[in-house]
Nanobody
Framework: QVQVVESGGGLVQAGGSLKVSCAVS????????MGWYRQVPEKRRELVAR???????DYADSVKGRFTIFRDNAKNTVHLQMSSLKSEDTAVYYC???????????WGNGTLVAVSS
């Protein structure tokens, strides 16, 4: 059974840095795309950043220049290094791994990132 497990969330002051990580296990194929989304109450889940197996990245405009996504294909892990954090970055961050155009699409349970101003 596929498991997607996030780690590294927590409380940080505005302007600080934090890294969240995600590991996917369970005999899954190598995912074409792995990424991070976030959600706050009463709002839709939104893309933060994602990365393909060849290293192509896609970032939300709000995090460009502050967040960096990277992955280890051999370990099926993906990480999000967040810097210059703002209060508006406060959200539950969800890891996603998928193969576009197929039913292969897995989510973690989320990890809370709280930024205090």
């Amino acid at each position: 059974q596929v498991q997607v497990v996030e780690s590294g969330g927590g409380l940080v002051q505005a302007g600080g840095s934090l890294k969240v990580s995600c590991a996917v296990s369970g005999g899954v194929p190598r995912f074409y795309r792995m990424g991070w989304y976030r959600q706050v109450p009463e709002k839709r889940r939104e893309l933060v950043a994602r990365i393909t197996t060849d290293g192509s990245t896609d970032y939300a405009d709000s995090v460009k220049g502050r967040f960096t996504i990277f992955r280890d294909n051999a370990k099926n892990t993906v990480h999000l290094q967040m810097s210059s954090l703002k209060s508006e970055d406060t959200a539950v961050y969800y890891c996603n791994a998928d193969v576009p155009g197929t039913v292969v699409n897995y989510w973690g349970n989320g990890t809370l990132v709280a930024v205090s101003s």
